[in-house]
């Protein structure tokens, strides 16, 4: 009888072409997509690969997304972009998703993942892939380059930890509430370089958008992979980008009852709203604790925090209402195709009847470009990271949590538990239709 696999081992045996694979052993695997941006690809590996004279192994496994320094800010932007540019049309890249939005965002919305593949990215976040089933981890340039060459990178099968969530979360907490949490209780390190599973019920019943925050942010937790086993939500969404999956490969990418795993469990339904403090994203605070903290900008952008689920979020605790005088709501939509949603649906005009001020589809202040905070202000946040300069400015305060809580601190200018505003909202309906209400 065979040993029960993880859902990581199976991802790594299959790309290393065996049928199983041990806790600690390294493999080589085939690589079935490399995808890089404007900041880690062409402009680092277009040298390298003059030097050793090579080519890209098969550029229609090569996805480039320019997010980082679109639009063009400076000249040195605009140098970094047309190399990026120059050099796509040079290798023929079948992919290049220009000024389309956020990479990991981007990625999944054009098709390009699907449960069982083995995939590396030019970035930090690149486990946001493992929301759909494959097995996605960021790589440094070098590394990229012998991928780009042989299309094969070496890999030591990690250990699981897995992240078992049971209960029902309560109305104005998400996916990024459990992660700042988990991130709190761990510590940036306590993913060990390893791959972080995120099981159970409350994970079952997730959407897709709120699976990629936690596989997103398993970067922010120290973990290699963040994972989530593939299901019926997860082809339903696939459906929708023009990808099939089937019943198979439902059943199989799931890890086996018996699998050596390092188990962590949580309870939903004891969760509230989390804020991380200044400058790490392991500071993690209920909101109660940090209450009333003042704050002058308020920021939804980024992989982790502007998908079209994030801004319905913020419009549902910011409808009828207007932020709070002094106080500044930026807002960078994670993608042109979530923000042409976000227009058809009126989520767009409900940011902008409150007062938020539209940047974008980039990366944008999340990485310290083009729009970059400014001077020693303090910011309330729903990107991933806040460590000292990140969002461009040294002397800046960040506070990371939910767009919940983003947009509820903008409407008072303080940090603000969502579901007092929500409460609040369902109050007023409850008495404007209540029998008896004046019309």
Not at 52 to 61: H, V
């Amino acid at each position: 009888m065979s040993t029960p696999q993880t859902l990581a081992q199976k991802l790594i045996a299959h790309a290393a072409g065996v049928t199983a694979v041990r806790e600690g052993e390294i493999v080589n695997c085939r690589v079935d997509l490399a995808m890089f941006h404007d900041s880690s690809g062409p402009r680092r590996l277009k040298p390298m690969l003059e030097e050793l004279g090579a080519r890209i192994w098969d550029p229609s496994r090569v996805v480039l997304v320019m997010d980082h320094f679109v639009p063009e800010a400076d000249d040195d932007a605009r140098r970094i972009v047309r190399i990026a540019r120059d050099w796509a049309a040079e290798q023929g890249l079948p992919h290049v998703h220009d000024s389309q939005g956020i990479c990991h965002v981007v990625l999944p919305q054009k098709g390009h993942l699907r449960p069982g593949l083995f995939c590396v990215g030019g970035d930090s976040h690149s486990p946001t892939g493992g929301a759909f089933g494959s097995y996605m981890f960021g790589i440094g340039s070098t590394e990229m380059l012998g991928v780009v060459v042989t299309g094969e990178i070496w890999v030591k099968v990690p250990r699981t930890l897995r992240m078992r969530w049971q209960g029902r979360l309560a109305d104005g907490v998400c996916a990024k509430d459990m992660m700042l949490h988990m991130i709190g209780r761990l510590g940036m390190n306590g993913g060990d370089y390893q791959a972080v599973e995120f099981a159970g019920d409350t994970v079952r019943g997730l959407s897709m958008a709120e699976r990629m925050t936690l596989s997103n942010l398993s970067a922010e937790l120290g973990a290699q992979a963040g994972l989530v086993a593939p299901d019926a939500t997860t082809a339903a969404w696939l459906r929708e980008v023009g990808v099939t999956v089937s019943d198979e490969d439902l059943a199989c990418w799931q890890t086996d009852e018996g699998a050596a795993c390092i188990d962590h469990d949580f309870d939903a339904s004891e969760l509230v709203p989390m804020v991380a403090l200044p400058h790490s994203p392991q500071n993690g605070r209920t909101v109660d604790a940090v209450a009333d903290e003042p704050v002058q900008l308020a920021y939804i952008g980024a992989c982790t925090g502007a998908k079209l689920e994030d801004l319905q979020a913020a419009a549902r605790v910011l409808a009828g209402r207007r932020i709070a005088a002094g106080m500044r709501l930026l807002v960078a939509p994670a993608s042109v195709h979530d923000w042409q949603r976000a227009e058809a649906t009126g989520v767009a005009q409900v940011l902008r009847d409150a007062g938020a001020e539209l940047l974008p589809s980039a990366c944008g202040a999340c990485a310290g470009y083009g729009q970059a905070i400014q001077g020693a202000t303090r910011v309330i946040s729903s990107t991933a990271r806040n460590f000292k300069g990140r969002m461009g400015s040294a002397q800046a305060e960040v506070f990371l949590a939910s767009p919940y809580t983003v947009a509820a601190s903008a409407l008072r200018g303080r940090i603000t538990d969502p579901r007092d505003v929500l409460a609040d909202a369902r109050g007023s309906e409850a008495a404007s239709t209540s029998p008896g209400t004046p019309s």
